[in-house]
T-cell receptor, first 112, second 111 residues
């Protein structure tokens, strides 16, 4: 059964550094998403991407965040200058239609 | 502000019993409803979705939707210790791709 994959599984970075989180969505899916979950809190939407552009974004997704689909398979989230409060699990998800979303295993980002 | 409310639990049930998980939502225009299971330290796993009023069954799982009362529930029959996890309710309104997640209910199934 096809799955969403994410790399790395764990990223440790220093405050102020740039990080890129990578995702490979399910191959026939057209909609891609990034979410984050701070430890013990609920899943929060960051951004959705469809037809090679951002379709929706939340207030969390400010100028320090960007997304890209550099080729036909990868979907990336870049955080330009990380802050301590960016420490969280980051989940990529994809969906074939604008409905049921399937999540990847996540990247644990630790900012020190 | 769209709200999705769940009792955080934990809900503790004995093995073999029926576990009943509830979720209420504030947006009357909500169209799609999802239940995810999340094991500790893992990602959400989609287990059920429902779009129409009534019941939808899939194996040991039944999702129940009542749009008039703005609640959706998940029943797990013959609960197993492996069902112990946090169950997330997610609700999607019309005109948006994006579901709003509840905080989740922790379920513990004890042998």
């Amino acid at each position: 059964e096809p799955e969403v994959t994410q790399t790395p599984s764990h990223q440790v970075t220093q405050m102020g550094q740039e990080v890129i989180l990578r995702c490979v969505p399910i191959s026939n899916h057209l909609y891609f998403y990034w979410y984050r979950q701070i430890l013990g809190q609920k899943v929060e939407f960051l951004v959705s991407f469809y037809n090679n552009e951002i379709s929706e974004k939340s207030e969390i997704f400010d100028d320090q965040f960007s997304v890209e689909r550099p080729d036909g398979s990868n979907f990336t989230l870049k955080i330009r200058s990380t802050k301590l409060e960016d420490s969280a699990m980051y989940f990529c998800a994809s969906s074939r239609t604008s409905s049921e979303q399937y999540f990847g295993p996540g990247t644990r980002l630790t900012v020190t | 502000q769209k709200e999705v409310e769940q009792n955080s639990g934990p809900l503790s049930v004995p093995e073999g019993a029926i576990a009943s998980l509830n979720c209420t939502y504030s947006d009357r225009g909500s169209q799609s409803f999802f239940w995810y299971r999340q094991y500790s330290g893992k990602s959400p796993e989609l287990i059920m979705f429902i779009y129409s009023n009534g019941d939808k069954e899939d194996g040991r799982f039944t999702a129940q939707l009542n749009k008039a009362s703005q609640y959706v529930s998940l029943l797990i029959r013959d609960s197993q210790p492996s069902d112990s996890a946090t169950y997330l309710c997610a609700v999607k309104g019309g005109g948006s791709y994006i579901p709003t997640f509840g905080r989740g209910t922790s379920l513990i199934v004890h042998p």
